[in-house]
């Protein structure tokens, strides 16, 4: 009688940790589903192309996400972002483009710059993603008036993808308010 009932228990305990992870099990086999579709079904049907930008997320490096270097032969500006691919694809970065400006009262547009170095995020990943260019003595001049009046920055960002539903573009994402190391 006693091995009935720890048997019992023991299905029980078996069954209810396999029904907490049913909609784990639902998303992953949903997934593998939709990797077998074709795009139309799949763009008319289940996931159409606008909702990878509410899936698709820029956010700053916690520290330090922003980097004047002036004190080198070329003077940089180094950017740390993190992309975060809730989508259920695996989508390629193909052109990033970042402004940078300072914050109100004075909106100084500093550096517009592009990345086209393809990256591939998978499905429900995060990724870091590292920007970099030089500067011009204009723009140096205006980093070290920044760095005087203790101003921060914005960064303007705009993304070009192709997924397998097609291209697509993520625009207009502004990250405020970063403190900035110029050195």
Known sequence: MKEQI???GAALFF???????????????????????PRWIITRFFYPIQKFDKDIQFYARAQT??????????????????????SPFAI??????V????????????VDFQRVKRT???RHSTDEIFVETSLNDAQIREVRT?????LTFTLH???????????????????ERLQAEIS
């Open 6 to 8: 720890i048997a019992y």
């Open 15 to 37: 069954l209810t940790i396999s029904l907490s992870r049913w909609r784990e099990l639902f998303i992953i086999v949903g997934e593998k589903f939709l990797d077998f579709l």
């Open 65 to 86: 996400p922003v980097y004047f270097s002036l004190g080198t032969s070329v003077p940089k500006l180094s950017i740390w972002l993190i992309m975060v691919n809730h």
């Open 92 to 97: 390629e970065l193909d052109v990033l483009t």
């Open 99 to 110: 402004g940078v400006s300072t914050d109100p009262p004075h909106m100084v547009n500093l």
């Open 120 to 122: 591939t995020i998978n």
């Open 146 to 150: 920044a760095k005087d009046m203790q």
């Open 157 to 175: 960002i705009a993304a070009f993808f192709n997924t397998k539903l097609g291209k697509w573009e993520k625009e207009k994402v502004r990250i």
